[in-house]
């Protein structure tokens, strides 16, 4: 395998410093560029980037001549995104298409991080081929990002997570809001109420494929480094539940106490924007076609706790 230059547009995000790891774990050079919050890790370069500003986009993407870059930056508090339709089209579909453009005028392989949100939950699972058929803005700025990418740059991926969770030893993760407010990351969010003995309630009619960040960065590589994964790759965990169910286990793996876990029902939250009832993907592309095989739930919350427990299930560079 050769080595690559990845430039990561969202470095300082959940999945792009994990990705930024284990690329520089596998002998990648990592240029990182970030909006507002510097990844907490070494890269070779951290730049600032914002992925709305077309010119700093193609200025960057000439400096470097990255092989391959990817695309994780988004809005994506869905509620947020409901009530600000302009600015989550602007973030969300017409920058990625800033750099689509970008990597296809330097024939760089374009690599989006899309989601499972993209259906509207009436025939799932999903395959890559269903048809998208996004419920709320959010989802619909986030399949204007796939068109975009599969239609600017001839050399392109699109990976579909959902519910994307991690652990990393830093405590900024639990401080730090993203950009779009909202706090980051779901099992970390759980723990820390559980860890303080606070009482949750979780909805039992949303069902996804909780992925775990680790195992994503791992997808995005293998479609980084084959140079003829193109198209539409689901990227999520193998198990699907539902966000009630899926928090019951990780208490349970945790050793946490799962009876602060409260079941209730959608309605009962009247979230601003609509949610699929049943978004879970089915992952075998990438298995099929490209040997990496997405973890199951019991799999990935082994690799969670032992990372929160201070172990080296899934490493930190
Ligand atoms: N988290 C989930 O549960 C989930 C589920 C399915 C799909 N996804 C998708 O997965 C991707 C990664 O999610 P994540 O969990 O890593 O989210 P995250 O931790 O919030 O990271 C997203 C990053 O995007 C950056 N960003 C926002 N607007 C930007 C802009 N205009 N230009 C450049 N960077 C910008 C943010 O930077 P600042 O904070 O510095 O502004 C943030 O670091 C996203 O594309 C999301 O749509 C997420």
Not at 241 to 268: C, H, W
Request: proline letters at 4%; charged letters at 20%.
């Amino acid at each position: 395998m050769h080595s690559l230059q990845l430039l990561i547009i969202g470095a300082g995000g959940q999945v792009g410093e994990k990705l930024g790891r284990a690329a520089q774990r596998r002998g990648h050079e990592v240029i990182a560029a970030y909006k507002s919050k510097a990844p907490d890790a070494n890269f070779s370069e951290a730049i600032v980037l914002d992925k709305t500003r077309e010119s700093d986009v193609d200025r960057i993407v000439s400096n470097f001549q990255p092989n391959v870059i990817v695309d994780t930056a988004a809005l994506h508090n869905v509620d947020y995104c409901e009530t600000h339709q302009d600015e989550a089209m602007t973030v969300n579909r017409d920058g990625t298409a800033n750099v689509a453009r970008a990597a296809s005028r330097i024939k760089a392989k374009f690599i989006f991080i899309s989601t499972d949100f993209v259906f509207d939950g009436a025939g799932a699972p999903y395959k890559e081929e269903s048809t998208p058929n996004p419920l709320s803005v959010y989802a619909k700025s986030k399949l204007g990002g796939e068109t975009a990418a599969l239609t600017i740059s001839e050399n392109s991926a699109v990976c579909r997570p959902a519910v994307i969770y991690s652990w990393k030893q830093s405590a900024k993760l639990y401080t730090a809001n993203s950009s779009s407010g909202k706090p980051l990351n779901f099992g970390a969010w759980l723990v820390s109420q559980l860890k303080g003995e606070k009482e949750v309630k979780i909805v039992t009619d949303q069902i996804t494929s909780p992925t775990l960040a680790d195992d994503l960065a791992g997808a995005i590589l293998a479609i980084a480094e084959n140079p003829l994964a193109r198209g539409i790759f689901h990227t999520a965990g193998t198990t699907a539940l539902s966000r009630y169910d899926f928090s019951t286990q990780l208490a349970r793996k945790l050793g946490l106490d799962e009876n602060l876990i409260r079941p209730i029902e959608s309605s009962v939250l009247k979230q601003v924007a609509k949610r699929p009832i049943n978004s879970s993907l089915l992952s075998d592309r990438i298995r099929r076609e490209l040997g990496y095989t997405m973890m199951s739930i019991d799999q990935a919350l082994e690799n969670f706790a032992a990372a929160v427990h201070g172990e080296v299930l899934a490493p930190e560079a």
